[in-house]
């Protein structure tokens, strides 16, 4: 490796928030030309820590399952904080054995180290409150838990 990669700074990753997504039954589109769609209502929930807001109804999350299970996650909700609303975009990956994407389909908890759950998290918004979020990438480790999907997001500095 050369020495001018050396000398970047290396990311550190920081905790942000907290979020907790409530998600109603997927609806199965079956098999379309994409692959196999999944569509998984966002019901509401709540994001605490350096952004507090409250996550209407009226999302979804556009999953695309791949022929070993594994799942592409495709989510867009919106929230409203004390300075207005927020545009949510989250993107990522469920992926885990057999047994256990089975188990999390039937509403299981699992132990989230028994399967790999990944996303990104991005804002957008209107209000100059935001701005500051706008310009920071997060990411997210995350967990389903029945009807919640439960995930903390790091700011990476």
Same mark, same amino acid.
């Not at 409250?54 to 904080?81: F, H, K, M, N």
């Given at each position: ?10 990311? *550190? ?8 997504? @409530? ?5 199965? @589109? $079956?098999?379309? +030309? !994409?692959? @196999?769609?999944?569509?998984?209502? %966002? ?25 070993? $299970?594994?799942? $592409? ?14 545009? %949510?975009?989250?993107?990522?990956? *469920? ?18 180290? !028994? ?15 935001? +701005? ?23 700011? %990476?500095?």
């Amino acid at each position: 490796m050369s020495d001018f990669f050396a000398e970047l700074p290396q990311p *550190r990753f920081e905790p942000a928030f907290d979020v907790t997504v @409530h998600v109603g039954p997927p609806r199965d @589109h $079956g098999v379309t +030309s !994409a692959g @196999h769609r999944r569509v998984v209502p %966002i019901l509401g929930g709540r994001i605490a820590g350096d952004l507090e807001a409250e996550i209407l109804p009226g999302g979804s999350d556009r999953q695309l399952i791949a022929p070993d $299970g594994t799942i $592409g996650i495709d989510a867009e909700y919106t929230a409203v904080a004390a300075a207005g609303p927020l545009l %949510i975009r989250t993107r990522g990956v *469920r992926a885990g054995s057999d047994e256990v994407l089975a188990r999390l389909s039937r509403g299981e908890t699992v132990d989230p180290d !028994a399967y790999y759950f990944r996303t990104t998290f991005e804002v957008e918004a209107a209000a100059p409150e935001f +701005s500051g979020l706008q310009r920071t990438l997060f990411v997210a480790v995350c967990r389903r838990d029945g009807s919640e999907v439960r995930y903390r997001v790091h700011r %990476i500095a």
